[in-house]
């Protein structure tokens, strides 16, 4: 079997921004919620906000998902407008769930009572699945997050883009190992395939807090982002995850789904810097096999890595890295 491990700077100089905070991310609006008043809402101000919506509580939710699902405003801009929400709904809101989810996003996870009053409060309380589950796996609640995932998943559909970049995620780890993420999505797809549909049950998943526990196969989130991975400047790429430590196995491609790489013509814009996270492993190991003369795993590669190109926009930039020396 084909092993090789990757320092983690050889990410570093393939000219790809190998990892992106956009998984993290929350779910999209349910489309019961989508509305024109809502797509509005997208290119207001907080002031403007209240001033036009502060009576509703419902647009008090949808402009939360809107500013955390911005790729207009960056991350301080997010915080900033996020945590004027969480200090100012009160005024205009009180009593209703959203208040109440407001209120635990404030408390950063601690305040569960006012999460679980905001479950009960709601009737479409489904749009709080999420944030349960990633509670759960905070506290390291398992039954929690397991009941949660399923209630999740009997409404909500993963879609097959999301479902096979979380299956080979999941793939990307050691047997009896613990991947730390906490991004919200990122966290809630795991889980579903982990409590779901069963895969990779030997995994722990645990909530990033800054600090991992030594000792134990450690794996990190690509959607932890580029800051904080870059402090394990001694960690190894292992396909969709960082290895604090030498992992047991490199990449392994037949452990991998490429299915929906193969298959689409279209990836959805908001995983564009998401798939980009596949580049290094693929890019390793195809150049791997160009050294070791397999032809027909040459082949195989190089057309799935083009046909991710093209699904990234990054036809330029991996043209020019396949035409390098190293590469044929």
């Not at 769930?97 to 009572?113: A, P, V």
């Not at 779901?196 to 134990?216: A, S």
């Not at 908001?270 to 040459?298: C, G, H, T």
Request: glycine share 4%; aromatic share 16%; proline share 3%.
């Amino acid at each position: 079997m084909y092993r090789n491990f990757m320092k983690l700077f050889f990410v570093l100089i393939c000219s790809i921004v190998f990892t992106h905070p956009s998984f993290g991310q929350s779910p999209e609006i349910s489309s019961k919620y989508k509305s024109a008043e809502t797509a509005k809402m997208t290119f207001i101000s907080f002031e403007s906000f209240k001033n036009s919506y502060g009576k509703n509580a419902a647009s008090w939710f949808d402009y939360y998902k809107i500013v955390e699902q911005s790729r207009l405003l960056s991350n301080p801009e997010k915080d900033k407008i996020k945590h004027q929400i969480f200090d100012e709904s009160s005024q205009y809101i009180d009593g209703t769930w959203q208040n109440e989810f407001f209120k635990y996003l404030g408390s950063e996870h601690r305040d569960s009572s006012s999460l679980f009053n905001a479950l009960k409060l709601s009737e479409d309380n489904f749009n709080l699945f999420p944030y349960v589950v990633q509670y759960a796996v905070i506290k390291g609640n398992l039954l929690l997050a397991e009941e949660y995932s399923k209630k999740y998943s009997n409404v909500v559909r993963i879609s097959p883009a999301e479902m096979e970049y979380s299956y080979n995620t999941l793939m990307s780890a050691d047997s009896f190992s613990t991947i730390y993420s906490k991004g919200l999505l990122d966290i809630l797809n795991l889980s579903v395939l982990k409590y779901v549909y069963n895969i990779r049950k030997d995994v722990e998943l645990k909530f990033f807090t800054g600090i991992i526990k030594n000792g134990e196969r450690n794996y990190l989130a690509l959607s932890l982002g580029k800051e904080e991975i870059l402090k394990y400047n001694n960690g190894y790429y292992s396909g969709l995850l960082i290895s604090t430590q030498k992992p047991n196995r490199g990449f392994n491609p037949s452990v991998f789904k490429t299915n929906y790489i193969e298959s689409t013509s279209l990836l959805p814009e908001s995983l564009l810097p998401v798939y980009k996270n596949y580049f290094p492993s693929f890019l390793l190991y195809y150049r791997e096999m160009v050294r070791q003369k397999n032809a027909e795993e040459v082949n195989k590669w190089k057309n799935i890595i083009i046909k991710l190109a093209t699904l990234t926009k990054m036809v330029t930039e991996i043209n020019i890295i396949l035409q390098s020396p190293e590469y044929h």
